[in-house]
RNA sequence: GGUCUCAUCGUCUAACGGUUAGGACACUAGGUUCUCAUCCUAGAAACCCGGGUUCGAUUCCCGGUGAGAUCACCA
């Protein structure tokens, strides 16, 4: 029987959740998954100076648009919780205490002035600050007001990281970290220690920033008598044109802005999973179920990758297109311009379907089918500027707008006889289609772009699209 | 500065000693009776540099360079 697997994401509530830092969050989840194991959300806000009101709940909703449910967590109870660290306060004094009476822990005599001073000492010497170097010959004992440090062993570390290989260090990186501070709370670094092997956590994935101080954790696994657990290591997302970490700071969207604008859930973990991961064959598009069976952190790059927001945009149109025209309508309610409200649902899933090849999100919406709904300005630019129309005269124009109504008033405006009656317009008047179809297309719609000619004449009806034609004679 | 890590088209990547270095996004050109998009076809585009090891290195080793991370009573 094999040990369940458990992984957890571990967020301290400092700020917004951005595409970056969900990827870590997601390949927890899949790897939970994939074992039938469990995802636990554990929040930790061990530094209530730096904490952002409202940052936990904003997580939790990202998690939650993205689908990334967890077994347990702050709002979700199990029976490791509870799940928050500033609830957990008498856990880590708990621990803690285990390493006191093993001598393995000690106060920190010093005031953080005179640590400073050490430190300074030691940039000016040239030589790496260590604590461990200004420690007591006799371990001060602990009140509860200084810092409690640990009392390290500093020896070199090999060790497998699942995602990074095989990794070293020497005895240098071994130092006397603060376990908990004055005020009480523990510090990152024993927490999540500490949190971890109570909640019986087996894979721990998170970001490169972490990759230094792993050592110190190895040795406090060896302090306490606990084995390790898979340790997993993701570089960092960087910037789309720098190379700087991914940050809110230089403009990076968060979770909820994508998912607002109107990118799915579906098509943001996809590109999120591939994003320094692919599975070794040459597929693109994966669909959640097919990231949960495929997905290994063995395949999952070392190396940091750029955002790149064009890739999402086609990564999104995809999923959009291969979804049923139910479901997408669904989906896009809230999304319409605000003159489509008084159509009627049919009607709105009819532009849906002639619009739904060229929605790359669903803000997009409005711009790509307002026309159906209301008539938009006369546009002159949209003759004068194009590349053929410009070259004809006003009568000319009027002339052929003149024969194109007179030409479509017989048509029943069924798809079919729209094409018909196009195709003996293109014969009677015997111009081009370039020429002919577009100063309908601009007529009825006022658009630069738009679907195919006689869908849209079809769906917007004989009465509407005779109307905007003679508006458009009027104002030539 | 110390320590650690990384390095293939502009971008995401495949390759695990022998390939015309493959795919995808983006880009360019053409086709699909008009536009935008979809779809199809074609095109341009990469192994950071220098040494080894080897019959042969993008691949293994060493050095350099570049980039990132970290060196808090932050996480």
Request: aromatic letters at 10%; charged letters at 25%; hydrophobic letters at 35%.
């Amino acid at each position: 029987m094999t040990k369940d697997v458990r992984t957890r994401f571990a967020p301290s509530p400092t700020g917004l959740l951005h595409v970056g830092g969900i990827r870590t969050a997601l390949y927890a989840w899949l790897v939970a998954r994939q074992n039938q194991g469990q995802f636990i959300l554990r929040l930790e806000d061990t530094d209530q100076s730096r904490e952002v009101y409202g940052a936990d709940s904003h997580i939790i909703e990202c998690l939650k648009v993205l689908g990334l449910d967890y077994d347990e967590g702050p709002d979700k109870s199990g029976n490791f919780g509870p799940y928050r660290q500033s609830d957990r306060l008498d856990l880590y004094k708990i621990w803690a205490q285990k390493l006191i009476d093993s001598g393995r822990a000690y106060a920190d005599p010093y005031t953080s002035e005179e640590v400073q001073k050490f430190r300074e000492l030691a940039q000016k010497q040239k030589i790496p600050f260590l604590y461990r170097n200004h420690r007591p010959e006799k371990l001060p004992k602990w009140d509860g007001t200084k810092p409690l440090r640990f009392k390290s062993d500093p020896k070199p570390y090999i060790w497998t990281d699942a995602v990074m290989g095989t990794l070293s260090t020497g005895t240098e990186v071994i130092d006397d970290f603060v376990l908990i501070k004055s005020d009480g709370f523990p510090t990152y670094n024993f927490a999540h220690i500490v949190d971890d092997a109570e909640m019986k956590i087996t894979h721990v994935i998170r970001g490169q920033e972490f990759i230094a101080s792993t050592p110190n954790y190895l040795n406090m696994y060896e302090a306490l008598g606990l084995d390790r657990p898979i340790l997993a290591t993701m570089p960092h997302i960087l910037n789309e044109s720098g190379n700087k970490k991914l940050s809110k700071r230089d403009g990076a969207k968060d979770v909820l802005d994508y998912t607002n604008d109107g990118f799915l859930p579906e098509a943001l973990i996809n590109f999120i999973a591939t994003l320094g991961w692919n599975d070794g064959t040459e597929q693109e598009i994966f669909s959640i179920q097919e990231l949960i069976q495929k997905f290994s952190l063995s395949r999952v790059g070392r190396s940091g990758a750029h955002f790149d927001e064009k890739r999402l945009l086609w990564i999104n149109g995809i999923h959009i297109r291969n979804m049923g025209l139910k479901e997408l309508s669904n989906k896009v309610v809230k999304y319409w311009p605000k003159t489509a409200d008084k159509a009627n649902e049919d009607y709105k899933e009819k532009v849906l379907s002639l619009t739904k090849e060229r929605l790359k999100f669903f803000k997009e919406l409005p711009e790509l089918t307002e026309f159906f709904f209301t008539e938009l300005p006369i546009n002159p630019k949209l003759i004068s500027e194009n590349k053929y129309l410009k070259k004809l005269d006003k009568s000319e124009i009027i002339s052929l707008l003149e024969t194109s109504k007179a030409t479509l008033e017989q048509s029943d405006f069924t798809y079919a006889d729209l094409t018909n009656s196009l195709n003996n317009l293109l014969e009677t008047t015997n111009q081009k289609p370039a020429i002919l179809f577009s100063l309908i297309r601009i007529a009825t719609t006022q658009a630069p772009a738009s679907p195919g000619l006689a869908e849209s004449l079809e769906l917007l009806g004989k009465k509407v699209s005779i109307e905007r034609i003679n508006n458009q004679i009027e104002n030539i």
